[in-house]
């Protein structure tokens, strides 16, 4: 297949900075995880050049907490689909995720949904089928709800991987009772930025993704209406992954609360 042209602008030129932290991932000696597919689709996709002051700018802590971050990601919605009769994975932002492709085999539906502009990326790359469905639609225009398939919420994970601090607060406060409204019992994994995210993000202004919610931590979650069911500071996972010049710098930082909340990946019940 020959190179594809993209023009994504804006928030949705973020989702190429995880894709290639997932490809990079493969070059580990030791990847956290297999995925050929974002070997296969970085090739097609002309590399960005305005994101390499930020790729570049921390090399080996964006990649890894991207690929960190992934990895968990999986980790949770394995268990989801485990563990439930007709488990399906709503992906919300997805980009160009490949969770599907790595594990999302036995799920019973998997929806991503994403602009129309990253949607009509994901056909020229990737195939819907009858399971894996693609949306074309603003997460904050709630008619994309109409899409999910008749299951019971209890069945559902919604995965806002790299989603909400690109909007303000009320914004994530209306999107989370609009789906509490319609798939209470459901549950939704996010990850959230807090203040110490604010040095690490700056640079996300510079290329049109300013980050907008910064919170302070998980109970800025919960008072919002949502049920944790688990937390995790995401520089705290797989140790053995970070590199060793890291490693210790952040199990000393990350026994601060400041350091610790930078990045929170949540597990929430709707
Ligand atoms: C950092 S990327 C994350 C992509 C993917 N979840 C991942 O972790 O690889 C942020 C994604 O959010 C999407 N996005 C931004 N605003 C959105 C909106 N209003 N509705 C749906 N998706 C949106 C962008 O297009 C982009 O794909």
Not at 19 to 31: G, I, M, N, S, Y
Not at 72 to 97: C, F, K, Y
Not at 235 to 256: E, G, H, M, S, V
Request: charged share 20%; glycine share 4%.
């Amino acid at each position: 297949m020959s190179p594809i042209i993209t023009e994504v602008t804006g928030v949705s030129r973020t989702m190429l900075l995880t894709l290639k932290a997932r490809a990079d991932e493969q070059l580990h000696p030791h990847p956290i995880f297999q995925d050929p597919l974002a070997v296969e689709w970085s090739k097609l996709l002309p590399w960005d050049n305005g994101l390499e002051a930020i790729y570049s700018s921390k090399p080996k802590l964006i990649q890894t907490s991207f690929a960190v971050r992934a990895y968990h990601h999986d980790q949770i919605a394995s268990r989801h689909i485990a563990n439930h009769a007709n488990p399906v994975v709503v992906e919300l932002g997805a980009g160009l995720s490949t969770r599907f492709h790595r594990i999302g085999d036995n799920s019973y539906r998997w929806l991503e949904l994403d602009l129309p502009i990253v949607t009509e990326l994901r056909h020229k790359l990737d195939t819907q089928t009858q399971q894996h469905q693609f949306i074309s639609a603003s997460v904050m225009d709630f008619n994309w709800m109409n899409a999910l398939p008749d299951v019971a919420p209890e069945n559902i994970l919604f995965i806002a991987e790299g989603l909400l601090p690109y909007f303000e607060k009320d914004q994530v406060q209306l999107l989370i009772s609009q789906m509490q409204s319609r798939f209470s019992g459901a549950s939704l994994v996010m990850d959230i930025l807090g203040n110490y995210g604010k040095v690490v993000s700056k640079v996300f202004g510079k290329i049109g993704a300013s980050h907008k919610w910064y919170a302070k931590n998980e109970q800025e979650v919960t008072e919002m209406g949502l049920h944790l069911i688990d937390v995790w500071s995401l520089f705290q996972l797989y140790p053995k992954r970070w590199p060793w010049q890291l490693r210790l710098l952040l199990k000393l930082r990350t026994q601060l609360s400041y350091y610790r909340n930078g990045y929170l990946i949540l597990e929430t019940k709707l």
